[in-house]
């Protein structure tokens, strides 16, 4: 029987990337990720941004510092030009907005920076701002080159025909002229969505894969899932780009788990405008996403809500975030082993956020908010006295019932080799709760490598919010002076289904774990409608997984069944074979045995009377894991 713990992703080993080849003669273009600032993107940026504005934005990369971390292109969006072209076909600038275009690169020039423009593969660009280069690739190819241009932003939005044909004549003609221009393809609106599978082929340096992203971390999350099976597919010459840098994101834990993820995938840094310094300019992080050692950071380890990602960078070294993708704090701990660092008695860590040095003696560990994440680069040895890692954490249940008391445990752990001392912490909890015992903690002494625990209870004074949440802070001494620590938990208010059907689709779940990317919820493998055995069924029909997998949801005794249809989405590998499981309380109830792709959909009713917590699990068929996807259609219980 497969142990539901924390699930090790084997499917996808670190390996050698696919590059986009070179002549041996001729100097890689994009031989890392391009990095600068952007008006190309969003639809809304025309009507802000003139000559005055690019010079001021060339002036400040400069003076910020932004230029020497690696912010090189400023690129201007697809309204630069006028609506019609000149009498001799040639694109020519808003006069208005742009009245000496060449004078304005050359400014850039000077400055030590590189400037690129916009256009698309239609007859008009997106929106229909200017004419776009079909029909007109070598023409306007030999204009960006006499004007100096290093950088072309070239939409396929407005064109969507033959794209593939279309991007290969604009990189022909851009290398016919004998300028090197990154040529950076977006491609959100064609049928073929599929950048990765044509883009190097066709002469791209990078290829974004989805739509300007809104400010909301669900979103980022989601563009970051599909580049998960995309790493064979980048590298020196051509990157993959996840989506916009859009930093209108508030919270600066948020923009840092992002920029972190866009570091790790090896994507182009390319924000717009409106960014806070203390983000894009983190040369630590920069230099994560600007190492190639051969592959780009991948996930390793899927709990749910909380996710291990590593980069293992040329110097021998690994980048590791502990990324809490969730909407509640927990406490995330990861062994070093799984990393493919180096094994050593102890580890230099340095958090590349907080700018500290620390020392580990094999686990990673941190106390994350939600939506946030703890970026990590880790050494093997340790070549001077550093501060232990310390974690101040606390555990909460998945769930808890109303009126019922919520018990958890507060931990302080020293993962580092020196010992710390004369520990202090408070427990706060919120209104409505009351903590048994004391809130405030004194903890003589932590050794290397231990943890000492305090099991706390909470106890109902009123009705619950929909969580509660329990924090810790406080102080600790170590070899190098007085600290301080803080951490968080929260657990939901759970309740049991309705009388009636209920799908299980549209229920809050306790906890989900997947083999590749997140479970999801009316569709499978990013996004794609369900079919299983050639059978297809409509969005929102059921749950998508990928093996292996498992999703607990609370029941509370109140259900008699549970039915559900099962298989292997035909999206899978063609060997691709998994087993189906259905748990009640820990215990099984069912067991499919192993099912291959092509097999028809089955279907099933399994009892669950006193059930408190089901769980419905998908392992792989014993022959790995790798493109097998498996679909629960429709499931639903009775009650």
């Not at 202090?424 to 490598?449: H, M, N």
Request: glycine share 12%.
């Amino acid at each position: 029987m497969r142990r539901f713990g924390v699930l090790l992703l084997t499917l996808l080993s670190f390996g050698t990337a696919v590059a986009v080849p070179a002549a041996a003669d001729e100097p890689v273009i994009a031989a890392t990720p391009p990095m600068g600032i952007s008006w190309s993107r969003g639809w809304n940026q025309c009507p802000r941004i003139d000559d005055a504005k690019v010079r001021a934005a060339a002036d400040m990369l400069v003076t910020s510092g932004l230029k020497d971390a690696g912010y090189t292109y400023v690129n201007i969006a697809g309204c630069w030009a006028a609506k019609t072209r000149a009498a001799d076909g040639r694109l020519v600038p808003d006069p208005v907005k742009y009245p000496d275009l060449p004078g304005l690169i050359a400014y850039v020039h000077a400055r030590g920076l590189k400037f690129g423009l916009y256009s698309g593969t239609g007859a008009l660009v997106c929106g229909g701002a200017m004419p776009g280069s079909r029909d007109r690739e070598e023409l306007d190819a030999q204009t960006f080159a006499a004007w100096g241009v290093d950088y072309l932003d070239y939409d396929t939005c407005g064109g969507e025909n033959g794209v593939a044909a279309a991007v290969k004549k604009m990189s022909d003609a851009l290398k016919a002229t004998g300028r090197p221009i990154t040529l950076a393809v977006v491609n959100t609106f064609s049928g073929n969505y599929r950048s990765w599978e044509w883009a190097p082929g066709a002469g791209a340096h990078t290829w974004q894969l989805n739509t300007d992203l809104p400010d909301n971390f669900p979103s980022v999350m989601q563009a970051v899932d599909k580049q998960i099976p995309l790493a064979g597919h980048t590298g020196p010459g051509g990157w993959s780009d996840p989506g916009y840098l859009n930093f209108s994101i508030v919270d600066p834990w948020v923009r840092r788990a992002q920029f972190s993820l866009w570091a790790l995938l090896n994507a182009p840094l390319v924000p717009n405008e409106a960014f806070p310094l203390d983000t894009i300019g983190n040369r630590d992080v920069i230099a994560v996403d600007q190492d190639w050692s051969g592959t780009p950071g991948r996930k390793i380890r899927d709990l749910g809500d909380a996710e291990i990602w590593a980069k293992p960078m040329s110097d021998g070294s690994v980048a590791v975030l502990l990324l809490n993708r969730g909407p509640v704090a927990r406490t995330i701990a990861f062994d070093l082993a799984e990393s493919g660092v180096t094994a050593a008695s102890a580890y230099r860590v340095r958090d590349l956020w907080a700018g500290t040095e620390l020392t580990s003696t094999g686990t990673l560990r941190t106390s994350a908010r939600a939506n946030s994440g703890t970026f990590l680069r880790v050494w093997p040895g340790q070549p001077a006295p550093a501060e232990p890692l310390v974690t101040l954490g606390v555990d909460l249940p998945e769930g808890f019932l109303a009126g019922q008391e919520v018990p958890g445990t507060v931990t302080l752990t020293n993962d580092g080799d020196t010992p710390i001392t004369d520990a202090r912490y408070a427990i706060t909890v919120p209104a409505g709760w009351e903590l048994d015992g004391p809130a405030q903690v004194d903890v003589p002494r932590v050794s290397p490598g231990s943890t000492v625990t305090r099991e706390i209870t909470l106890r109902p004074t009123a009705a619950p919010a929909a969580k509660v949440l329990v924090g810790v802070s406080g102080g600790y001494t170590s070899e190098f002076g007085p600290r301080t620590a803080a951490g968080s938990a929260e657990a939901p208010l759970v309740t049991a289904p309705g009388t009636g059907t209920t799908y299980l689709s549209t229920r809050p779940w306790l906890y989900s774990e997947n083999g590749l990317g997140p479970v999801e919820r009316g569709s499978v493998a990013n996004g794609r409608a369900m079919s299983v055995g050639g059978v297809g069924y409509q969005p929102n029909s059921g749950i998508g997984v990928h093996a292996p997998s498992v999703i607990r949801l609370y029941l509370g005794g109140a259900c008699k069944s549970f039915t559900t249809q099962y298989g292997v989405d035909d999206v899978s590998g063609p060997a691709a074979t998994v087993a189906f499981r259905v748990l009640g309380d820990g215990r099984e109830l069912f067991a499919t045995g192993v099912v291959g792709r092509g097999t028809k959909p089955q279907k099933l009713t399994v009892p669950v009377t006193g059930v408190q917590q089901l769980a419905i699990a998908v392992d792989d068929g014993g022959d790995g894991s790798a493109e097998e996807y498996a679909d629960w259609i429709a499931p639903y219980v009775s009650c």
